[in-house]
């Protein structure tokens, strides 16, 4: 399946591409390093992510992050996110996450505020480590696209050891994540056009597509490690691997997922550029309807995913 991005995200891109920009660079995609940005400097960053392919139908979606990031000490960076997605699925229902086709172009979804703070500096201790707190507001469902009310509050440590003269960067991350959400109800006519999808499905007369509009409060656990290499001036790879579980009040876990994948870095002198290929290798719990039997998760996640970062210095 072709990956694609809207329009508008490339001329975003394109545009902050033409700028100069280097400080706290992202050699991987998903796993962070320890390093925060000096005090009084600031960067900006631009997050593009394509999430393709659930095993049935068509699903693609993208998910846009900007990003503003501020030293305020040495030690302590604040950053304030605005995050955008656009969605095209067709073909495939599944309960509580996916009522039927859906497409249209990039929406604004959310915002994110975050505070980092370096405990140890992995360019002047043996190790480095900082950690991390976010909230994370939500208006849209990263799934169905559709309207959902979404809190978070996210906990993480990074972990940044270098070596060969700092040619290779090991990197190491573990975080909690505490979710509290509440979906808008369908309307009349998407909730018929689901139950008579789900009655195709299970072969059922009586079945009905279920949309469960109660709150949902949601526990997630996230621990990832990567390896980046400086293999010529500017230029780095990397492999990394990210697991992730969550439990849900009523159904304690609800899934878990095992991605992994190359990146390939570019440093210069005040702009940095990350791509990364994430394939899911395993996953679990539950299914949908009539999902291959296969050792995947893929009601919140799709099989594959290209991340694409750019960070500006200024």
């Known amino acids: 399946m072709a990956v694609k991005f809207t329009p508008s995200m490339t001329v975003l891109a394109a ?88 497409s249209y172009g990039l929406k604004a979804s959310g915002v994110e505020g975050k505070l980092k703070y370096n405990f140890l500096s992995a360019a002047k201790d043996p190790i480095g480590l900082s950690g991390t707190v976010a909230l994370v507001q939500l208006w849209r469902d990263p799934h169905s696209g559709l309207d959902k009310d979404t809190t978070k509050a996210e906990f993480g440590l990074q972990l940044q050891k270098l070596l060969l003269d700092d040619q290779l960067t090991l990197v190491a991350n573990t975080g909690i994540e505490a979710t509290y959400a509440k979906r808008a109800p369908l309307n009349a006519s998407t909730q018929a056009s689901a139950d008579a999808a789900t009655q195709a499905l299970t072969g059922d007369p009586a079945a009905s597509f279920e949309w469960p509009t109660e709150p949902e409060m949601e526990i997630e656990f996230k621990l990832g490690a990567g390896a980046s290499y400086r293999f010529a001036p500017n230029w780095s790879v990397g492999m990394e691997t990210l697991y992730e579980t969550e439990f849900e009040t009523e159904v304690g876990q609800e899934r878990w997922s095992v991605f992994a994948g190359p990146s390939i870095h570019y440093g210069g002198k005040q702009w940095w550029a990350t791509l990364t290929w994430f394939e899911q290798l395993a996953g679990g719990k539950e299914k949908y309807i009539n999902q291959a039997a296969d050792t995947l998760h893929l009601i919140e996640k799709t099989k594959h995913e290209l991340r694409f970062k750019l960070g500006y210095n200024f």
Do not use: C
């Open 15 to 102: 545009a902050l591409l033409a700028l100069p920009a280097l400080a706290d660079e992202n050699l991987l995609g998903y796993v962070s390093g320890a390093e925060t940005l000096p005090k009084g400097a600031s960067e900006a960053y631009l997050f593009m992510t394509h999430r393709w392919d659930k095993g049935q139908g068509r699903y693609q979606a993208n998910d846009v992050s900007a990003e503003y990031e501020y030293g305020l000490t040495h030690r302590l960076t604040a950053s304030l996110e605005l995050k955008g997605q656009s969605i095209d699925t067709q073909g495939l229902v599944i309960d509580g996450y996916l009522p039927g086709a859906n």
